[in-house]
């Protein structure tokens, strides 16, 4: 069964920087679309980034662009996100997620397996 489990989470000043980690077991990331999402309570979920399988072509929401960036570790079968410049309107609670359909103008679409996630709060 794939499973997914994200750490990295935590508070940090507006303006400050954190990397999430998506950590996937059974599956080989090199064969999967992966994406970040992020909900806060009340609010629908998100997408936040996308990464097709090459690693070649990432999507960015354009609330994050410029300072968020997705990649991966095929080797060590991770996903990061790294965030700077965060901001409070950032906080949330972020989650990896496997997909089946990359799409360039809207990110992850049809999602299938999703982790536990971890909570970003952006505050002073």
């Known amino acids: 069964q794939v499973q997914l489990a994200e750490s990295g989470g935590g508070l940090v000043q507006p303006g400050g920087s954190l990397t999430l980690s998506c950590a996937a077991s059974?599956?080989?990331?090199?064969?999967?679309?992966m994406g970040w999402f992020r909900q806060v309570p009340g609010k629908e979920r998100e997408g936040v980034s996308c990464l097709d399988p090459s690693g070649g072509r990432a999507w960015l929401a354009d609330s994050v662009k410029g300072r968020f960036t997705i990649s991966k570790d095929n080797t060590k079968n991770m996903v990061y996100l790294q965030m700077k410049s965060l901001k409070p309107e950032d906080t949330a609670i972020y989650y990896c997620?496997?997909?089946?359909?990359?799409?360039?103008?809207?990110?992850?679409?049809?999602?299938?397996?999703w982790g536990q996630g971890t909570q970003v709060t952006v505050s002073s």
């Open positions: 997620a496997t997909s089946d359909l990359f799409s360039p103008s809207g990110g992850c679409k049809m999602t299938r397996h």
């Open positions: 059974v599956i080989t990331l090199d064969a999967y679309i």
